[in-house]
């Protein structure tokens, strides 16, 4: 019998020290920092998700728009070659996705990088600028131009096939924009006006 005493008396020690509101605090609080560091291994997996190398991507964009510009005519410094890797495409996506930290898959995003690239939204620099470290010739005046000589259905073109190749649904949408011209457009309804004393039936 003094067994059973002696247990339940241990056990309710026990209880009694984790009811204790400073064991509780501490307890909760190891919850709190435990779920907390949680997340942030979780954010920083998708953020390692989110950026993407550029690698092979600027091709299937130049697959998209054959026409647009390459701008690889530039000289590797380490190799005294032609870099015809190192596209316009290829610059854009890591300025965009490294130099910014830009989401890839967002067409708001890009055309911030295309506004950046016309000097409309944020100010770009030389001494930054992907290509400058492994070309012998800065391309950023050139990619500049390049980006500038784009007419607007182009620009939009650009941002869509860049969101297409980072996009999982890059097979539901065209690259090219709608071109449809306004006549072939429906029109609405005429607006049918109320007939007079139709306020009269409401009473």
Known sequence: MSKNLEFIQVTLK?????????????????????????????NFQAADAQRISP?????????????????????????????????????????HSYLKGRAPNYR??????????????????ETTYPGKDNL?????????????????????ALVQALVNVFSSKSQNTPATPNTSSPSQETTPPPRQVPKKGGAELLK
């Open 108 to 125: 708001l995003d890009w055309k911030l990088t295309l506004a950046d690239y016309l000097g409309a939204n944020e100010v770009m620099y």
């Open 55 to 95: 690698g092979d991507l600027w091709r299937q964009v130049y697959q998209q728009l054959p026409d647009l510009p390459r701008e690889n005519q530039y000289v590797s410094k380490e190799t005294g070659k032609v870099a015809e890797n190192n596209t316009l495409v290829s610059r854009m996506i890591w300025y």
């Open 14 to 42: 026990s209880w009694q020290l984790l009811n204790n509101p400073p064991l509780k605090r501490g307890v909760f609080g190891i919850i709190v920092v435990g779920v907390f560091l949680l997340s942030l291994g979780i």
């Open 136 to 156: 012998q010739k800065n391309p950023f005046d050139g990619d500049r131009a390049a980006v500038a000589r784009l007419n607007r259905r182009q620009r939009d």
